[in-house]
């Protein structure tokens, strides 16, 4: 099993909190799968409040401060106010698989783009109305596929 740990090259743009929670998961060997599942929640949502770019309820920081052990008062102290999302990557990103991803954007946004606009109008897909989640797929053959859903409410531009 492998357990995804802090990039310390990241640490001076993140919150305390993502040191705090990220050794914490690395003592206790959880996977975000294994942590997720303690919380009621989504792999990929946990994983962002363990990078600061998602806020935990209240609620969350009482599970994580169980399942982890790390004191809630801790908690409660460095996961409070709104996250500063989007400060923790350079553009264009180096680390080669979120380079991939800004490339699979670059190389087909327009057609997601033109897709998106004939099936649904003149309009945007929400980054904050949404969800995503990520699967492993093998095939006949024993090959990996990675499976990332972007699942986003539409919103059509208004006239004025």
């Known amino acids: 099993m492998s357990i995804a740990t802090l990039d310390t090259?990241?640490?001076?743009?993140?919150?305390?909190?993502?040191?705090?929670?990220?050794?914490?998961?690395?003592?206790?060997?959880m996977t975000f799968e294994s942590i997720a599942k303690e919380l009621g929640r989504d792999e990929v949502a946990v994983a962002a409040i363990f990078y600061g770019?998602?806020?935990?309820?209240?609620?969350?920081?009482?599970?994580?401060?169980?399942?982890?052990?790390?004191?809630?008062?801790?908690l409660e102290q460095q996961l409070q106010g709104f996250p500063?999302?989007?400060?923790?990557?350079?553009?264009p990103p180096k680390e080669p698989l979120i380079y991939r991803l800004f490339e699979i954007v670059q190389n087909y946004g327009y057609a997601y783009k033109a897709v998106l606009n004939e099936k649904f109008g003149d309009g945007i897909m929400s980054a904050?109305?949404?969800?995503?989640?990520?699967?492993?797929?093998?095939?006949?053959?024993?090959?990996?596929?990675?499976?990332i859903t972007l699942r986003g409410k539409w919103l059509p531009y208004s006239r004025f």
Do not use: C, Y
Not at 54 to 71: C, H, M, N, T, Y
Not at 128 to 147: L, R
């Open 128 to 147: 904050i109305s949404f969800s995503t989640k990520v699967e492993k797929e093998t095939d006949k053959d024993g090959n990996n596929w990675a499976i």
């Open 9 to 29: 090259s990241l640490v001076h743009r993140l919150p305390a909190s993502s040191s705090t929670l990220f050794e914490a998961k690395a003592q206790k060997k």
């Open 53 to 74: 770019q998602a806020r935990a309820s209240p609620e969350d920081i009482q599970k994580l401060s169980s399942v982890l052990g790390i004191q809630q008062s801790t």
């Open 84 to 91: 500063d999302r989007g400060r923790t990557i350079d553009m």
